[in-house]
């Protein structure tokens, strides 16, 4: 580390006190508008980083960080041009993404398009200018958890994780943006109701969608035939039906790395062999799988006693309007009126 990182880490500490001072909540979410550069570093404890305000302003940025224990979810609204410079930690990564720019420089990549992602592996050195007018946002991992997970739903791209910055494209970043939207907005309301906000059922969601912009690759269709014979698309399926059933009664939501892992399949082995055997995704499939162990809860439950939002946000459903219209689109009637009317 430089002297100017280990003086930088000394002030860190202390703009960390005031800005955890004044943005805690039982939520993990902590957003501010941020008038120190060294304050938006302040905010991000988990990486040795130095942040420098490069162009006028009174105000850096507006700054929504999401700590969920093993996992950070940070978006930042650049006033000012700002300079991050730093290292990650061990055993860390992160998958980011931000508004294209063509001043934008993440170390020796720019953002030249609406799909480019980058990849910082653990104990990488970065230098990122990001411009006044900018938005951008990260996801942070156990790169074990992560890299393990991605070998085993792209064998092929992950067998060997980058030890360097790296970009790459995806068609599915969309998602990314549209959820992390809907994780600060899931945490927003919690600390709103004055709710304690549970890490652990967030963490494998962020986890399971990051996983999926890093592994798709562009030739992913799951209209092509199947690289296996029926037989064993069907053997497929009953196994990982089984395995979702198990997890559920134990009420775990398990993802689709999970079920990969469990069956020692790639995630394009088992899009092929869902399509064939019940027409739908395996991710459609595990959330039909959560929607009925809901509606079995709330057929049971007691009125007066339970809450909708509380068994939705049990089964990983964070996005309570969306989970109220897929449920009634399958069920023809809202999660409250099942409450209501429990057997």
């Not at 931000?98 to 480019?116: Q, Y």
């Not at 927003?188 to 059922?201: I, M, V």
């Not at 064939?276 to 799988?289: E, I, N």
């Amino acid at each position: 580390m430089t002297e100017a990182q280990e003086e930088a880490a000394t002030s860190k500490g202390d703009a960390s006190l005031a800005v955890r001072d004044a943005a805690t909540s039982l939520s993990g979410l902590r957003s501010e508008i941020i008038e120190n550069a060294a304050a938006q570093a302040a905010m991000q404890p988990w990486v040795t980083m130095e942040c420098y305000q490069l162009s006028r302003g009174k105000q850096v940025s507006q700054m929504d960080s999401l700590d969920l224990g093993r996992v950070q979810i940070v978006r930042e609204h650049q006033f000012a041009a700002i300079q991050k410079l730093g290292i990650t930690p061990e055993d860390f990564c992160t998958i980011s993404y931000c508004t294209p720019d063509p001043a934008f420089r993440f170390s020796d990549h720019s953002a030249n398009g609406e799909d480019s992602v980058f990849f910082i592996p653990e104990r990488t050195e970065f230098d990122i200018h990001v411009p006044a007018g900018t938005q951008t946002a990260y996801v942070s991992f156990s790169q074990s958890e992560f890299a393990g997970a991605a070998r085993a739903l792209n064998p092929r791209a992950w067998e060997q994780p980058s030890h360097q910055v790296s970009q790459f494209q995806s068609r599915q970043l969309v998602e990314l943006k549209t959820a992390l939207a809907q994780w600060i907005g899931a945490a927003e309301a919690a600390s709103r109701r004055d709710e304690l906000f549970d890490p652990k059922g967030m963490r494998g969601i962020v986890l399971e969608t990051a996983l999926r912009i890093a592994t798709a690759t562009p030739e992913d269709d799951a209209t092509r035939p199947p690289p296996a014979a029926r037989s064993r698309a069907m053997r497929i399926c009953r196994l990982a039906r089984e395995f979702v059933e198990e997890q559920l009664v134990s009420h775990v939501v398990p993802t689709i790395v999970d079920i990969c892992v469990s069956l020692a399949v790639s995630e394009r082995t088992l899009l092929y062999a869902f399509h064939h055997y019940v027409g739908m995704s395996p991710q459609a499939y595990l959330r039909r799988c959560r929607l009925n162990q809901v509606r079995t809860i709330l057929l049971s439950r007691d009125p007066q006693n339970t809450t909708v939002t509380e068994v939705a946000m049990q089964f990983g459903f964070l996005h309570l309007g969306r989970f109220a219209g897929d449920y009634k689109q399958i069920f023809e009637e809202s999660p409250g009126t099942t409450l209501a009317r429990r057997i």
